[in-house]
């Protein structure tokens, strides 16, 4: 089991950039780890996923502007985001499997998950 907690959500202007950080309790190597988010009234979407060995995907929702990485000597993984619209605004929350051996976007493929940090674009 792992325990994930995000950081880094704030609130920028519109083009502007954030980091955001999600640290896990315990050892990643072996687990797939993603990113998503939920806007207020709608849906929780996926943003991005990264393999056990590095190997990025993107949704819809986070090609082009967002990068997905980890590094599991730290137990973390990032989602660096550029040129940040309005419609980025939502609750970001990253997800992690033991089990999971492909590119997912669906949320009932993750065991774990972090308690979300707020990103919000004006």
């Known amino acids: 089991h792992v325990q994930l907690v995000e950081s880094g959500g704030a609130s920028v202007h519109t083009g502007g950039s954030l980091r955001l950080s999600c640290a896990a309790s315990?050892?990643?190597?072996?687990?797939?780890m993603a990113w998503f988010r939920q806007a207020p009234g709608k849906e929780r979407e996926g943003v991005a996923h990264i393999g056990r060995y590095g190997e990025p995907t993107y949704a819809v929702a986070g090609e082009g502007r967002f990068t997905i990485s980890r590094d599991n000597a730290k137990n973390t993984v990032y989602l660096q985001m550029n040129s940040l619209k309005p419609e980025d605004t939502a609750l970001y929350f990253c997800a992690a499997d033991r089990w999971l051996w492909r590119a997912s976007f669906v949320s009932t493929d993750y065991s774990f998950w972090g308690q979300g940090t707020q990103v919000t674009v004006s």
């Open positions: 315990g050892v990643i190597s072996n687990y797939a």
